[in-house]
């Protein structure tokens, strides 16, 4: 009988020991795992594609607004950060309170506007696409070494360019140019000072054009993806914040002279008349794509943008509105002849009647968009922004005519009016600069530029021209906070956001911004 | 004719003979008689071979005759009837058997326990004196007087160290089952149920996630009708949970449900019928009280009054007629949405049996309607337990038990704990506020009032909760079928048993819900409009159990030895499908399969599979010599799907020893002293992740493309790291019996550490590009210690008085953490928050806050004053206020204003005057039990107690701070009003100001005694049952909830802690007391 049990454990343990571990091996029914992937070039281009989706993709937690736990979407992030410090905006009556401090330069670390998740998922995206597409070449006979590098200048420039919104908004932020693609990969990480950080994006730029696509075949995948002028344009973007003037005016002139873009018509002035194109709004905001559009996140009816709730008048949830000075200071109005008009202004950035940041939300001059289609795009990059930046450095490489005549080219794209004509001599740097900054408020007004518009001009030369800053704040805060506003903007470093709160506690290597300590 | 047939009978059994001496067969014939000389008819008459398999039979006539052909000599014959003793007798050369049979009473009513209770671990049985671990067992009489729905409510405190609390009062509602405490700071906590000897399963996949449901949608899972169960054990020390592996590592509940004994069918019936009555709530503010708060408290923020044309609300116009009607009521919500809460309990159920087949059926009925409006749960149960005796070898069980529940639940839940909830909003809805709305006549309609914002704001901020209740649909209906089958196989008897058990499971749950336009008011272009969803997970799992037990018989009777093999497989499989739509035409039309509106990121259909496997192979065994040392070891080893190749398996071992002391010389001449026995284990049992697939790193796909092109992305990282949670327990007991059981004690000292806990969803840094993982985070202690006495002090022949006592004390303590774990959670510079820090090696539970010191009465008193008391002066010469967050916030405090303790003198109250408010970890906790038993009537009593229990009274917080449109309860008629008041209730200030900041002001001692149960039994006299033709009847009546002893003020301190992380406190947000129940019983037997 024993002899009969020994042979039976046996034979139990033999079953057991072969057997179970094909039976203990399960895979996902959905999804793909890493085992199935990175074998193809299709994977690859789709991967690419992921992280242009990805910078498109909804709050995760849209029905928390106004609580802590709220995570704001990435296209929120970049009107937030770049518009809400500036003198553009105002809050609506239900705004959040985040959203208020905001503005009241009251910024805490617990402000859920300052975490800058959304940002980092796409630099690992972009850094899984660099890390793990070379792996491809060698398994798929098809796909090329050139397309490689086309994918890969795709993420290097998409990298850099979250980088320079984290570098503008918090400074020193931790440089992460590893994947994480595994629990192997979590370790914390330090923050890297602004000017290795720059370093970084430029070497990144600097990689990747050579290696960029100059045409997709389409003009939607050339506004919608990385091209070489693309790259150009936000190279000029990083060496004017570098104050790199001559390295800026060559990468605009690339840009310029690839005969690529144009700015769309807009108004014509034959004599003391105005001739409108009534299709200009159209063209270049309600379809977008336009052959002023350098780089264009492609919101379409299957994933629309987020902007609707916040900025429809229809909306109770209304988040931000125009700041009520903005048509008498910024655009002004003609009370003599209301056919003369700046095209930006009413029907275009905003609608008056209502207050409303209309650029996103009209579908004409005075209809809004069906809630279906909110696809407006958003706009990373436009031909008038390579036009201004090149006067911007011109101007401060001394050639201020040549500056003044760009200026003057936008401006009559758009018929500003003669009240905006600071009207400065070739040789009034500091007037061609504040000339500068207004027109790019009115020409780039709630396109996210705003705010870095102002620390960039502010900051210039260890903040020669801290005033702008001084004044910005006297604009868009309430009252009786203005002078502590302004008293805490003589600390260079509020002009940087506080690292969030959860970051602080998940990441022990990164030390806060001293101001807010 | 009888004479004729008998003739015939006789001449055709001698035919027989002859046929048979030819081939060794004969024919036998015989009569079977009683005492008394009667012939007994139907008696069963079997023949039998060597190893006692039936291998022909009969029975008898009404004579008493029975006659059976072709009988092998060898053989032998066996008669049975109920109500006699069996007798076997060899056949040898016999062919005529006159027999009497004796009358059996033992085989009739209960059998009479003559051994000492036997212990169940769920794969060998145990002498109860002999165990080695600590475990402790409930029968099914202490369980049948409870109103529970399920076992987990009926077990309510019974038990020292297990800890079972509702997760809110509603029917169906989830129960919270720990053992000593949770063994991780991110886990269930549910405890492994093993029903018959096998895994039950409780939980759903964690991939699945119900549109709206929470956990309280699975508490179906449990439903085991308490009627069935025979007895529960608790399995609580880790070398006793050990065998169980890979699950175990929350302890183990073993229950054995009730199996058929010989005997006439005996039918049972038993009743259980209850009420509930709502509590008064804590009093709140009526209308006209409210409007008179509201615009104060607006017009304190800055000043600037509310404006009574934009907030109508307020306005009490008769010239507006809408909003006067609609807006000048005094609405009692919480009377709205209230009633009487009702239960009824029926279970039939038949048992009996032969010599070969013996049966237990059961049909059960479950009705019960919650004291919220639109809750309410039904549920049908049946069980049939089938045992068939093949032969002295082989033996065979099978079961099948069907539940069918149908549940409904509130849309947002009803528990009173969160805002969120019907009974939470109307605590705080508007009490001027009409529940039907007036036309603009001022005619009453019988539509609900719920417009699509006002004041208070609008869905989900606020709705008409009374319209939630009764319009909007929360069903979830269950059905789960538990076939099983169990064969038995005695290789060598009563050496060498195998058994081999298949059990199959499915358990489909369908949830369905629909919101419809008049519950959230809102316009029919928004997705909260008639929204309708509709979830179903089918599970369906297969489990085998393989069991060889081997138990010799030594001839050295001081040593016995027991050793068992198991091996144990599972498959678990669940499909799921989610369909949500919204908009639908009419609010008829509540199927998501109507066609409406699904574009949009909250709408959606997805539906899945999701599949695991495990395995476990035990070896055991317990020795022990001359019943003094007993050794128990094991060792399992496990292997799960749920691990990447690196960690999949896992080996869990334990050792227990138990010393009987009052064995040895020097105990044996104390007479009284039954049993004094010490025990010590070691056992580690290991845990396995709640989620499929971790270990993958998974790309997924959006539901929209960029540039007409798809687009992937990774949706998990790789999990190289993920390894089994381990939870490595001590025990060291004592077991004292003495006076015959008369007194008995049971003692224990535990500490478990687990190992490498597991936590769901840790938040990364962000620049990871991630936003939170699943990981083994570090190491947890969870120890304690527990006590259970059951003691009969008077034992005569008619009154008996017996008192159990239980106490138990548990802390936890974090002794390792990853550096990616938060150490603190709490902000101090906002309203009602606590700060609490994770000290490593100091037990949870401590948090920190501001001093209150009562409010500001006037300018004077906001003079920031320095440690010698006199005013601190600014730069200038200026007078300097208290404030509040300097520089960053820098609020100045006005009269009226909440006053804080300024610890530094700084005249800045900020984090530097935080100071320790308590520890909300009771320091004990426990129950008693007295009990009286006088003649046929026993009075059982049970009383639970906590002492030394911080709790934060957050409904004081909530309904006192008039912060939000909210109403508020009575306490703030007397808030601060005007300089110079002097009051402890702050000014009224909407969405401005610091006046509930965590403070102690809300921090209060929550120790009570609570008179929990009484129960009055009548057991029926015997001879009055035999003129009823019964066989048992027995009657009672219990009460639940009567009396509360306790210094907290508010309304229930018997609050658990929520969650499992280690900065959890109690929250106290409850607004009424527990329901008073009332429950009648009745059980018959026939």
Redesign the interface.
């Known amino acids: ?1 024993k002899k009969t ?1 020994v042979y039976f ?1 046996l034979i ?1 343990c033999l079953i ?1 020991s072969s057997s ?1 571990k094909k ?13 199935e ?1 990175w074998k193809t070039k299709e ?1 690859v ?3 690419v ?2 992280i ?3 910078m ?3 709050s ?1 937690t ?2 928390d607004y106004g609580l802590k736990s709220y ?1 704001p979407s990435l296209a929120e992030l970049f009107f937030v950060w770049g518009e809400c410090r500036g003198d553009n905006v105002a809050p609506a009556t239900l705004v959040s309170g985040d959203d208020i401090e905001l503005v009241n330069v ?1 910024t ?1 670390p ?1 402000n859920v506007n300052t ?3 959304p ?3 796409i ?3 972009c ?2 696409v660099i890390e793990k597409a070379p792996e491809v070449l060698a398994l798929d006979n098809t796909f090329t070494q050139t397309s490689l590098d086309n994918y890969l200048s795709e993420a290097h420039a998409v990298r850099a360019l979250m980088y320079f919104y984290l570098v503008r908004s918090f400074g020193d932020v ?1 440089l ?1 140019l590893t ?8 370790q ?2 330090a923050k890297s000072p602004k000017a290795q950080v720059l370093d970084q994006i430029v070497a990144d730029l600097k990689l990747a054009e050579p290696k960029a696509v100059t045409n997709y075949g ?1 003009p ?2 050339d506004k ?2 990385i091209t070489k002028y693309t790259i150009n344009t936000i190279l000029a973007d990083v060496y004017l914040w570098m104050d790199k003037y001559a390295e800026a005016i060559t990468e605009c002139n690339k840009v310029i002279n690839s005969q690529r873009y144009g700015l769309i018509k807009g108004a014509t002035k034959i004599g003391s008349v105005v001739e409108y194109n009534p299709d200009w709004f159209n063209t270049l905001y309600y379809n977008g794509n336009s052959n002023e559009g350098i780089f264009e996140l ?1 919101f ?1 009816a ?2 629309l943008n987020p902007y609707f709730p916040i900025f429809s008048p229809s909306f ?1 949830t209304r988040r931000w509105v125009m700041n009520p000075q903005i048509m008498d200071v910024v655009f002004t109005v003609d009370f003599t002849n209301d056919q003369n008009y700046d095209i930006r202004a009413d029907g275009a950035s905003v609608r008056a009647a209502t207050s409303s940041i209309w650029k996103y939300v009209g579908a004409s001059a005075t209809a809004l968009r069906a ?2 289609q909110s696809f407006a795009h958003w706009f990373f990059y436009r031909y008038a922004d390579v036009l201004l930046m090149k006067a911007e450095a011109l101007n401060e490489t001394g050639a201020g005519a040549e500056a003044l005549n760009i200026i003057y080219n936008v401006r009559k794209r758009a018929n500003a009016l003669d009240a905006t004509d600071l009207l400065p001599t070739p040789a009034d740097k500091t007037l061609i600069q504040d000339f500068i900054l207004q027109e790019r408020s009115r020409e780039f007004c709630f396109e996210g530029k705003r705010w870095y518009d102002i620390l960039r001009f502010a900051k210039r030369g260890n903040y020669t021209r801290l005033p702008i800053l001084l004044n910005a704040v006297s604009t868009s805060v309430p009252s009786n906070l203005q002078q ?1 506003a302004q008293a805490k903007m003589l600390d260079y470093n509020s002009h940087y956001f506080p690292i ?4 602080m ?4 290597l ?1 030390v806060q911004n001293p101001f ?1 300590r | 004719m009888k004479f004729y047939l008998n003739k015939k009978l006789i001449i055709f059994s001698f035919f027989m003979i002859l046929v048979a001496a030819a081939s060794a067969q004969v024919v036998i014939k015989g009569k079977v008689i009683d005492k008394a000389g009667k012939p007994i008819h139907g008696v069963s008459i079997s023949v039998l071979d060597a190893d006692g398999r039936i291998l022909t039979g009969a029975s008898s006539d009404l004579e008493g005759n029975f006659v059976i052909k072709n009988v092998d000599t060898k053989n032998k014959i066996s008669l049975s009837s109920i109500g006699y003793k069996t007798i076997t007798q060899n056949i040898g050369g016999r062919t005529t058997f006159n027999i009497t049979l004796e009358d059996s009473q033992t085989d009739l009513g209960e059998v009479v326990v003559v051994a000492r209770p036997n212990s169940n671990n769920g794969l060998v049985n145990i002498n109860e004196r002999n165990l080695t671990t600590a475990v402790q067992r409930i029968n099914a009489k202490e369980l049948e007087e409870m109103q529970a729905s399920s076992i987990d409510q009926a077990l309510q405190g019974r038990l020292s160290g297990v800890d079972i609390t509702a997760s809110s009062g509603d029917p169906g509602a989830a129960m919270n089952i720990r053992i000593r405490g949770v063994s991780s700071i991110n886990s269930t906590g549910i405890p492994l149920i093993i029903l018959d000897g096998m895994p039950y399963d409780t939980e759903i996949p964690g991939d699945f996630n119900f549109g709206t449901a929470d956990e309280q949608g699975y508490a179906q899972l449990l439903n085991i009708s308490p009627a069935d169960i025979k007895d529960i054990t608790v399995l609580k020390d880790a070398a006793a949970t050990a065998i169980w592996g890979s699950r175990a590592a929350n302890g183990v509940l073993v229950i054995t449900t009730k199996r058929g004994s010989v005997g006439k069918p005996s039918l049972n019936y038993t009743f259980k019928g209850s009420l509930s009555l709502v509590p008064e709530s804590i009093p709140l503010l009526n209308g006209d009280q409210y409007s008179t708060l509201m615009p104060e408290a607006y017009i304190n923020r800055n000043g600037s009054t509310l404006n009574s044309t934009v907030f109508r609300e307020f306005n009490y116009d008769p010239n507006d007629p809408y909003w006067y009607h609609n807006y000048s009521n005094n609405t009692n919500w919480i009377d709205a949405i209230s009633r009487t809460g009702y239960l009824q309990d029926h279970t039939l159920s038949l048992t009996g049996g032969g010599e070969k087949a013996k049966y237990f059926a059961s049909v059960g009925y479950f009705d019960q309607k919650g004291i919220t409006l639109g809750t309410d749960l039904q549920r049908i149960n049946t069980r049939i337990n089938l045992d068939y005796t093949v032969s002295d070898k082989i033996k065979f069980f099978t079961s099948i038990a069907y539940t069918h529940t149908d549940q409904s639940r509130n849309y947002l839940g009803s528990s009173s704990s969160s805002e969120s909830t019907i009974r939470g909003m109307a605590y705080i809805k508007m009490p001027n506020m009409s529940v039907f709305e007036y036309d603009a006549l001022g005619n009453l309609t019988t539509n609900y009032f719920s417009p699509a914002s006002n004041v208070q704001g609008q869905y989900s901020r606020i709705y008409n909760p009374v319209a939630m209740a009764d319009k909007a649909i929360y069903t979830v209906l269950g059905e789960r079928v538990v076939p099983r089958f169990q064969i038995n196989y005695d290789i060598i008897k009563k050496v060498l048993n195998a058994t081999f058990d298949v059990q199959f499971d499915i358990n489909n749950t369908k949830n369905s819900s629909f919101l419809p336009q008049i519950a959230t008011g809102r316009p029919n272009t928004e997705t909260v409009v008639n929204r309708a969803y509709d979830g179903d997970i089918d599970v369906f799992s297969v489990s085998t159990k393989t069991n060889l037990a081997y138990t010799p018989t030594l001839k050295n009777t001081n040593h016995t030895i027991l050793g068992f093999m198991t091996f144990l497989t599972n498959d678990y499989k669940a499909v799921y499908q989610e369909a949500m739509t919204s908009n639908t035409a009419s609010s008829l039309l509540v199927d998501p399969s109507v066609p409406s509106r699904t574009q949009n990121s909250e709408l959606k259909a997805v539906s899945g599979v999701n599949q695991s496997r495990s395995l476990g192979a035990i070896l055991g065994s317990q020795y022990s010599f001359k019943d003094k040392y007993i050794l128990n070891a094991s060792i399992r080893a496990d292997g799960n799907s749920r691990f990447g190749t690196d960690y999949r398996y896992g080996f869990f071992p334990s050792v227990s020893l138990r010393w009987r002391l009052s064995e040895e010389f020097f105990f044996k001449n104390i007479k009284s002293l039954d049993d004094l026995s010490l025990r010590a284990s070691y056992g580690i049992t290991g845990e396995i992740p709640r989620y499929d697939y971790l270990f993958y790193n998974t790309y997924s796909t959006y539901d929209y493309t960029y540039l007409g092109q798809s687009a992937i992305y990774p949706s998990r990282m790789e999990l190289k790291n993920l390894k089994w949670q381990s939870l490595h327990g001590v025990n060291i007991g004592a077991n004292v019996s003495l006076y015959k059981g008369r007194v008995r004690m049971d003692a224990e000292v535990y500490r478990n550490r687990t190992k490498d806990m597991f936590f769901d969803g840790l938040q990364l840094s962000g620049v990871t590009g991630f936003s939170s993982i699943f990981m083994n985070v570090g190491t947890m202690d969870n120890q304690g210690w527990e006590v259970a006495i059951w003691t009969q002090p008077v034992k005569k022949k008619d009154f008996i008085i017996g008192f159990d006592f239980n106490i138990s004390s548990n802390e936890n303590i974090i002794r390792e953490i990853s550096d990616l774990y938060p150490n603190s959670k709490g902000d101090v510079t906002q309203n009602g928050e606590y700060l609490r820090l994770l000290q490593i090696n100091n037990p949870f539970g401590s948090f920190y806050g501001y001093k209150f010191k009562g409010v500001y009465s006037d300018k004077d008193a906001t003079i920031a004053r320095g440690p010698d008391g006199k005013p601190i002066i600014g730069p200038n010469g200026q007078i300097i206020y208290m404030r509040f967050g300097y520089p960053t916030i820098d609020y100045i405090f006005q009269p009226g204003d909440a006053m804080y303790e300024d610890v530094n003198h700084d005249g800045n109250i900020n984090y530097m005057d935080v100071v320790y408010l308590g520890n909300s970890n009771p320091k004990l906790s426990g129950g008693f039990g007295p009990s009286v038993t006088y003649k046929n009537l026993k009075i059982t009593t049970f009383f639970n107690f906590r002492l030394n229990y911080d709790v934060v009274n957050g409904t004081k917080m909530n309904t006192s701070n008039m912060y939000r449109f909210d109403n508020q309860s009575t306490a703030v008629l007397r808030r601060w009003r005007k300089e110079g008041d002097i009051t402890d209730i702050p000014r009224g200030l909407i969405n401005g100001g610091y006046n509930w900041l965590g403070s102690d002001n809300y921090v209060e001692d929550a120790s009570f005694l609570r008179f929990r149960t009484i129960t009055a039994r009548y057991n029926f006299d015997k001879k009055i049952l035999d003129k009823l033709k019964f066989k048992a009847l027995s009657a009672y009546i219990t009460a639940e909830n009567l009396v509360t002893f306790t210094k907290y003020t508010g309304q229930d301190p018997e609050i658990s802690t929520r969650g499992a992380d280690p900065f959890r406190i109690a929250y106290d947000f409850s607004m009424t007391p527990p329901s008073r129940i009332v429950t009648l019983g009745l059980v018959a037997g026939f």
């Open positions: 009988m049990t454990l139990l057991f179970c039976w203990l091996e399960l895979k996902p029914q959905d999804g793909i795992i890493k085992e992937f994977q281009n789709a991967a594609i992921g242009y989706a990805s498109m993709e909804s995760p849209p029905n995570v009251n805490q617990t975490n800058w998740r940002f980092y998922r630099i690992n995206l850094n899984t931790p992460k994947a994480t693609l595994s629990d192997r990969n979590i914390p990480l389409s939607a995948s919608g993806r492609q379409d299957q994933k109770s809630t279906d502590s969030y709160l959860s970051e506690q998940t990441n022990n990164l807010y």
